[in-house]
């Protein structure tokens, strides 16, 4: 009986763990399901979402919105929070929103000032009241 080389043992060897490695591959890519809900790591904080478009000039109400956990690593610097939501519902959105989009602060006007009916600047000039005269006793 011949003895094989210890270079076609070592070949032997390589190939059948080569072989286990494709067969375990191949069957953690079967059976990956796509539609996995995955967590995402870290901290997170609960955001104010657009819930549907919302065009610019409409007043943001909480029908508009959608609450949402976001990783603390992907939040913008001025992004409404939950102790926020009160200084923002009601505010004028200043730019197009998009479904799911982050609401940042910088997205809406937080003053609720009253509509001006002329451009500002072009206010038209008001006559200065002229000074009283003084009463004086007859």
Request: hydrophobic share 40%.
């Amino acid at each position: 009986m011949t003895t094989l080389p210890k270079r076609h043992i070592v070949f032997v060897v390589l190939s059948a763990l080569f072989l286990a490695a494709a067969a375990i591959g191949t069957y953690v890519y079967v059976t990956y399901e796509p539609g996995c809900s995955c967590q995402l790591p870290g901290p997170q904080l609960t955001v104010m979402k657009a819930k549907g478009d919302i065009p610019a000039g409409s007043v943001l109400t909480d029908d508009m919105a959608v609450w949402e956990g976001v990783p603390e690593r992907f939040l913008q610097p001025n992004y409404i929070g939950e102790a926020d939501a009160e200084l923002t519902l009601g505010s004028i959105v200043q730019v197009d929103l998009h479904d799911g989009v982050m609401i940042l602060k910088s997205d809406v006007i937080e003053s609720m000032a009253p509509p001006r009916a002329t451009p500002r600047g072009l206010e038209p000039e008001l006559p200065t009241p002229e000074p009283s005269m003084p009463e004086t006793e007859l």
